[in-house]
């Protein structure tokens, strides 16, 4: 029972960490002269 415990506190760890990185990598943006940044910067 521990094991399966410790495995749904793993995956829910995961997945957060994985939304974290989603969100960041969908932050980046392509511009006008070819190079890369994010949305925020100016």
């Not at 980046?28 to 070819?34: K, L, Q, T, W």
Request: glycine fraction near 8%.
């Amino acid at each position: 029972m521990a094991a399966y415990e410790r495995g749904a506190a793993l995956k829910k760890h995961c997945e957060a960490k994985l939304a974290e990185a989603e969100a960041r990598v969908q932050a980046i943006v392509a511009r006008a002269d070819g190079t890369l940044g994010l949305k925020n910067e100016e």
